[in-house]
């Protein structure tokens, strides 16, 4: 006798407690605490937040202990978690070219005003396991040095000195925002930024790479990238001026890109552009490339029909969460529909092999 | 500030703004159908139901026209207070609310575009009675044919041409309120 | 950073009723009286993650979110079912976050949120069936550009799609579309019905207001009640709403859609309800299958 499974919502129940045991581990290992992710962890507390678009690296570190350290389920929780909260207003644009450098790098210039910093990178480490870090030992501690009080201006402005890069004009538009308009197309390229600096950093790395080997191939330089802290500061109606409401850390990358000109434009270097949350280097390149990819048609260069150059492809499938959740529904039930396809693969087959059937004795009569 | 003002708004918004919904809802689905709405206490010469149908469906993303004495200091200011809804020209407008004689021919509202033809404009009218005592509607979300007191025929007859573009319709009377969308066909009386 | 240290209670008490914000609901609630005002075209709305993932039906629980009463009871079934774990799991969301009574029964239901399935008894006049969409737009798969989907709903271009089907017969002889099966929306807009089976889509011209919510694709749909939907087909190939050829081994029933159940490592197989409501409202009423017992003899 057949009965069907019941108890869903107890098996549901059972499997959350394994859950929360399998996450917390071996008990006789000391617990993880948000302190020590937001403190040890940055970069990956960094990715949650530029991803899951909300600067809070409390929260960030709390994901990533409560998601067992899988990256895109934590963002999946900083995002459900930013949905809820009220929104009190919108900050001013954030002045870049006032930040607080912990790095800044120029790959155009062997010199430039405000200097080369390297700060905190891996670019130079030799990719070995230091085995020494198994043993919770001392860190040596780093030289310090003041920081420079000066404005460190972008690379950038160099080359517009010149008349040699195109200038981007200032607009005081408000930019669309996809967290409370549905995404239309074409999207201008303020949305495509938006959209890109919380798409997938591994989808917008294999994009950006994409066009590095020839995919609508449009050589890039880094003119500059720099990492530190900006002020946030918003207009307060009542007072009359802007207050700082605080300060979050960001990465920003400018590449130059060579440009032949156009009917209607002179030839010149061209940008792209790339800022995310945080120290997230290799996202913010990507973005520049991409986001300079998907510029061709403003800039009136062909269409390749590159997957870099398709605004609509790159959009819609640079969100992980999307993405992830479309890709692993398809291990929730699906047996009604499996059942009607069954019944149609059944009905198909029936009907092709009476066919054949139909035809056996022709074959034999040609063999003969 | 005006005390008034602050007065007249729901005092449980999540569930009276659902209820209102769904009596909403219901009636664009159901044309001709007549339901009763309250929980807001709008001043003249708002009705209960617009005002109710205004707090539900609004808020400062959606553009509001004022017709005729419906634009006046009281409503300008409850509305900013309640809703915040910007009060805008009629071709802006994606809501609108007057009375029937107040609109004057409705040419100028936004009726969608073909491939956005849901960015169009709802008009709530205004009406000094609303029954089942006109002529038949028939279309979607009606089973054989239903009736209501519409205060025009052809402006809705031309109205349902256009589809899928086209306004919508929403009557309102003291606490009732009728729905008519641009799918209805009304007779000829 | 207070925020860190509230208690779960705290937590979803901090919600608003159905968990939504206000100004949330309002612009779902805009979205589906213009879906309504315009039968089987795709609003788009600016869906917002919800705490569930997309692809889960976060589509259909905003709608039902927006259109959530408290006096309402509510039901909530995957492929017919209520006691499969996603409905179990959406179920409890409302019951928590919207304090609504709950059912199985499908009579007594008066917002029904559905995947993959319409309930086999017909619904009535009070009752809303919201359906969970994965992909809204019937085209796509002919056509992956939704500025391109976009310009052919609103030239009535639908050619693509009756070549599709047309190759469908003379390759197989037959449309080998046997769920999503496109309908065209009174004589307008053709629509994804969503993944039910094909057998379920004469059921869409019904009493009940349906609607429609694709939360990752950001669109919603609706059907009024009483509203004209065609399932497409040619006049030499009619369209069929097959099911399995058997009837419920539990119940008898030899009207309603069957999941086919593998019983052994022989293969052998039983036919039963794939809605679990009406099978047991059946078995209650005293119908027995060819393989089941009289329900006061079985022990649930």
């Known amino acids: 006798m057949y009965v069907a499974v019941k108890g869903g919502e107890r098996a549901i129940d059972n499997a959350h407690a394994w859950l929360a045991e399998e996450r917390r581990g071996d008990q006789a290992v000391s617990e993880l605490s948000i302190e020590q992710i937001r403190n040890q962890l940055t970069l990956a507390v960094n990715r949650v937040m530029a991803e899951g678009s909300l600067f809070d690296p409390d929260l960030a570190a709390l994901a990533i202990k409560q998601s067992r350290g899988d990256m895109i389920e934590a963002i999946f929780l900083m995002r459900a978690y930013r949905t809820t909260l009220p929104r009190f207003g919108y900050s001013r644009?954030?002045?870049?070219?006032?930040?607080?450098?912990?790095?800044?790098?120029?790959?155009?210039?062997?010199?430039?005003?405000?200097?080369?910093?390297?700060?905190?990178?891996?670019?130079?480490?030799?990719?070995?396991?230091?085995?020494?870090?198994?043993?919770?030992?001392?860190?040596?501690?780093?030289?310090?040095?003041?920081?420079?009080?000066?404005?460190?201006?972008?690379?950038?402005?160099?080359?517009?000195?010149?008349?040699?890069i195109q200038t981007e004009t200032p607009s005081e538009a408000v930019p669309p925002d996809l967290t409370r308009e549905p995404l239309e197309l074409p999207a201008d390229r303020a949305l495509r930024l938006q959209s890109l600096t919380r798409g997938d950093e591994g989808f917008v790395l294999g994009m950006a790479y994409s066009t590095q080997r020839g995919y609508a191939r449009n050589h890039a330089f880094v003119g500059e990238l720099r990492i530190g802290t900006v002020d946030v500061e918003m207009d307060i109606p009542e007072l009359g001026f802007a207050i700082d409401i605080g300060e979050i850390e960001v990465t920003e990358c400018e590449t130059v890109n060579q440009f032949?000109?156009?009917?209607?434009?002179?030839?010149?270097?061209?940008?792209?552009?790339?800022?995310?949350?945080?120290?997230?280097?290799?996202?913010?390149?990507?973005?520049?490339?991409?986001?300079?990819?998907?510029?061709?048609?403003?800039?009136?260069?062909?269409?390749?029909?590159?997957?870099?150059?398709?605004?609509?492809?790159?959009?819609?499938?640079?969100?992980?969460?999307?993405?992830?959740?479309?890709?692993?529904?398809?291990?929730?039930?699906?047996?009604?529909?499996?059942?009607?396809?069954?019944?149609?693969?059944?009905?198909?087959?029936?009907?092709?092999?009476?066919?054949?059937?139909?035809?056996?004795?022709?074959?034999?009569?040609?063999?003969? | 500030m005006d005390t008034d003002v602050l007065k007249g708004g729901f005092s449980n918004a999540p569930v009276q703004s659902a209820q209102a919904f769904r009596a909403i809802m219901t009636l664009l689905a159901r044309p001709g159908e007549i339901l009763g709405v309250q929980g807001a206490m709008p001043p003249a010469p708002l009705s209960v139901a617009a005002g109710v149908t205004l707090i539900t469906l609004c808020d400062p993303e959606t553009p509001l026209f004022l017709a005729g004495a419906w634009d006046c200091p009281e409503v300008r200011k409850w509305i900013a207070f309640h809703i915040g809804a910007p009060i805008v020209p009629r071709a802006q407008a994606h809501f609108a609310v007057g009375s029937w004689k107040d609109f004057g021919p409705v040419t100028d509202f936004a009726i969608g575009t073909p491939q956005y033809p849901d960015r169009s404009a709802t008009l709530i009218v205004e009406l000094e009675t609303l029954s089942t005592d006109g002529p038949a509607l028939r279309g979607p979300g009606i089973k054989t044919h239903t009736t209501l007191s519409l205060p025009d025929v052809e402006t809705f007859q031309a109205n349902a041409t256009l589809f899928p573009l086209g306004l919508d319709f929403l009557f309102t009377s003291g606490t009732s309120i009728a729905g008519l969308p641009r799918t209805t066909k009304v007779e000829a009386t | 950073m207070t925020h860190l240290y509230t208690t779960p209670e705290a937590e979803m008490n901090a919600y608003n009723f159905a968990y939504l914000d206000e100004q949330t609901k309002r612009m779902i609630r805009r979205a589906i009286l213009k879906g309504l005002a315009i039968p089987g075209y795709q609003v788009p709305f600016a869906s917002r993650e919800m705490p569930m993932p997309y692809g889960w039906g976060t589509g259909g629980v905003q709608v039902s979110a927006a259109v959530l009463m408290p006096e309402d009871t509510l039901k909530v079934i995957d492929q017919g079912a209520d006691d499969t774990t996603n409905a179990v799991s959406i179920r409890k969301f409302f019951e928590k976050t919207a304090g609504i009574a709950t059912t199985e029964q499908t009579t007594k239901a008066s917002v029904i949120q559905?995947?993959?399935?319409?309930?086999?008894?017909?619904?009535?006049?009070?009752?809303?069936?919201?359906?969970?969409?994965?992909?809204?737009?019937?085209?796509?798969?002919?056509?992956?550009?939704?500025?391109?989907?976009?310009?052919?709903?609103?030239?009535?271009?639908?050619?693509?799609?009756?070549?599709?089907?047309?190759?469908?017969?003379?390759?197989?002889?037959?449309?080998?579309?046997?769920?999503?099966?496109?309908?065209k929306v009174e004589e307008r807009y053709?629509?994804?019905?969503?993944?039910?089976?094909?057998?379920?889509?004469?059921?869409?011209?019904?009493?009940?207001?349906?609607?429609?919510?694709?939360?990752?694709?950001?669109?919603?749909?609706?059907?009024?009640?009483?509203?004209?939907?065609?399932?497409?087909?040619?006049?030499?190939?009619?369209?069929?709403?097959?099911?399995?050829?058997?009837?419920?081994?539990?119940?008898?029933?030899?009207?309603?859609?069957?999941?086919?159940?593998?019983?052994?490592?022989?293969?052998?197989?039983?036919?039963?309800?794939?809605?679990?409501?009406?099978?047991?409202?059946?078995?209650?009423?005293?119908?027995?299958?060819?393989?089941?017992?009289?329900?006061?003899?079985?022990?649930?």
């Open chain 1, 93 to 164: 644009p954030i002045e870049t070219a006032n930040m607080a450098c912990d790095r800044r790098v120029s790959a155009t210039f062997k010199d430039v005003p405000g200097g080369q910093i390297l700060g905190p990178t891996f670019d130079y480490t030799h990719r070995l396991l230091d085995f020494a870090l198994a043993a919770e030992g001392e860190v040596p501690e780093a030289p310090t040095v003041t920081a420079a009080s000066e404005r460190i201006p972008h690379v950038a402005e160099f080359l517009n000195q010149e008349g040699l």
């Open chain 1, 260 to 368: 032949t000109g156009s009917k209607t434009e002179p030839p010149q270097f061209t940008r792209g552009y790339g800022l995310v949350f945080g120290q997230s280097e290799r996202k913010s390149i990507s973005m520049a490339l991409v986001d300079r990819a998907l510029r061709w048609k403003e800039l009136g260069e062909d269409n390749l029909g590159a997957p870099a150059q398709d605004e609509e492809f790159v959009l819609y499938h640079c969100d992980n969460i999307q993405a992830t959740g479309f890709l692993e529904h398809i291990k929730l039930p699906h047996y009604v529909d499996f059942q009607s396809e069954l019944e149609l693969i059944r009905k198909l087959r029936r009907e092709a092999l009476e066919t054949v059937a139909g035809q056996v004795p022709n074959v034999a009569e040609a063999a003969e």
């Open chain 3, 114 to 183: 559905t995947r993959h399935r319409i309930p086999e008894a017909a619904l009535s006049e009070g009752q809303i069936l919201v359906y969970q969409v994965p992909i809204p737009e019937p085209l796509r798969f002919l056509e992956p550009s939704e500025v391109e989907t976009r310009k052919m709903h609103s030239l009535e271009e639908y050619g693509l799609m009756h070549v599709k089907l047309y190759e469908d017969i003379s390759r197989h002889g037959a449309i080998a579309t046997a769920y999503a099966y496109p309908v």
């Open chain 3, 190 to 300: 053709v629509m994804d019905p969503s993944p039910i089976p094909k057998f379920d889509n004469p059921k869409m011209e019904m009493a009940a207001i349906q609607l429609f919510g694709a939360g990752r694709e950001q669109r919603i749909y609706a059907i009024p009640p009483y509203t004209q939907v065609v399932s497409l087909d040619f006049d030499d190939f009619p369209f069929e709403a097959s099911k399995a050829d058997h009837a419920c081994d539990l119940c008898g029933a030899d009207d309603s859609y069957l999941d086919e159940v593998i019983m052994d490592d022989k293969g052998t197989r039983m036919f039963v309800c794939s809605d679990t409501d009406y099978c047991a409202a059946r078995r209650h009423a005293g119908h027995v299958g060819a393989q089941g017992i009289p329900e006061k003899e079985s022990v649930i």
